[in-house]
């Protein structure tokens, strides 16, 4: 029998493809969030700009369906990185300050969520979109997209904790990483 099925505990997706699953979950409902919180301030956000930012016309659900697509790409990037040996080994790893060390595993992910949808504020809207608008002619809903309003700010460290808590309420990551000290 594997180790891995012996060390999988009663809660969580185990195993090699566990991330996958919880990344891709937790960034639909991440982005599920973000697009409620910015569809309460600015319908017109997800309904118009996002969809303008591929050339599609704003019909129906396709500003939301573009944004959790978005949400589930972004997910499966941070499910990827957080059970990486180098990222999830400072996750785990037990520390001798008191602050931290009461912290548990779970918190520490959510927290590490917190910081990835941070990440992305300041990569994608600020960076990456002005340079895609300028690119695609900036007309029309992308010129008017909100890149640094303090709602987007928001809206990512959304994103960002309610992936982090998906995906550490749905992955097993203890034992992945338990027999390989950061000294390494």
Sequence with gaps: MSTESDNATAFGISGASGWLVGGALGGAIGAAAFGVL????????????????????????????????????????????VTRDPILGILLTDVETDAVSGVGAMARIVGAGFVFGLALWAILPLLVLPVWADAAGGGGAIGD????????????????????????????????????????
């Design 38 to 81: 910015m569809w309460v301030l600015d319908p017109a956000i997800v309904e118009v700009a996002i969809p303008s930012i591929y050339g599609l016309e704003p019909v129906g659900l396709v500003g939301w369906g573009v944004h959790v697509v978005h949400g589930i790409g972004l997910g499966l990037v941070f499910g990827l990185l």
């Design 145 to 184: 997209f909100p890149t640094a309003a303090i709602e987007s700010l928001l809206g990512h460290l959304l994103f960002g904790t309610v992936l982090g808590a998906v995906f550490a309420a749905t992955v097993d990551l203890h034992g992945r990483s338990s027999d390989r000290p950061l000294e390494d």
